[in-house]
């Protein structure tokens, strides 16, 4: 079984966007066996807390239900997941910091990496902004988790 976890700043918008897209298609092609998926933040602010109602609103619009409370990255992760994706750099750069061993490093992608058209770009950070950038965050996770399902999925 492939695992992977998404990770943002606060695990209220980007990262479990991400998480309820992907599990929705593990779902819908029963994919449990093969493929588990999670999400946390690596800012304490916002932890214990549900996602952001905005981003539960967008993907509500697309089909998608956010069932979600916000956790904290563990190091412990990095022995538990197969594949660690940030969302942007800054996330990618500080996961690299806490990890120890080049092996752990290795886990460590951009969510874009598993594209080819997005390959290396950032996921943008909705929160300051409007309902437009929750519904384009919606798009890329769309793309991420189609390319995550079509490379490990069958």
């Known amino acids: 079984m492939i ?3 998404f990770v943002c700043l606060s695990n209220i918008c980007r990262s479990p966007i991400l998480q309820a897209i992907l ?3 593990i779902d819908q092609k029963n994919l449990h066996s093969k493929l588990f998926v999670d999400s946390c933040g690596i800012g304490y602010w916002h932890i214990g807390s549900g996602a952001d109602p ?12 956010i069932d979600h409370t916000s956790k904290l990255f563990h190091t412990k992760f990095f022995q538990k997941f197969d594949y660690i994706l940030a969302v942007d750099n800054e996330i990618k750069s500080s996961l ?4 120890k061993t080049p092996k752990e490093r290795s ?9 080819d058209e997005l390959k290396g770009t950032e996921i943008p950070d909705p929160y300051l902004k409007d309902e437009v950038a929750f519904d384009k965050v919606i798009k890329i996770s769309e793309q991420i988790s189609d390319s995550i399902i079509s490379k490990f999925g069958v």
């Open 3 to 5: 695992k992977i976890l």
């Open 96 to 99: 690299k910091e806490l990890a």
């Open 107 to 115: 886990k460590i992608l951009l969510a874009t990496d598993f594209t």
């Open 23 to 25: 599990q929705k298609k």
């Open 54 to 65: 905005r981003a539960v609103k967008a993907a509500h619009k697309r089909g998608y239900d």
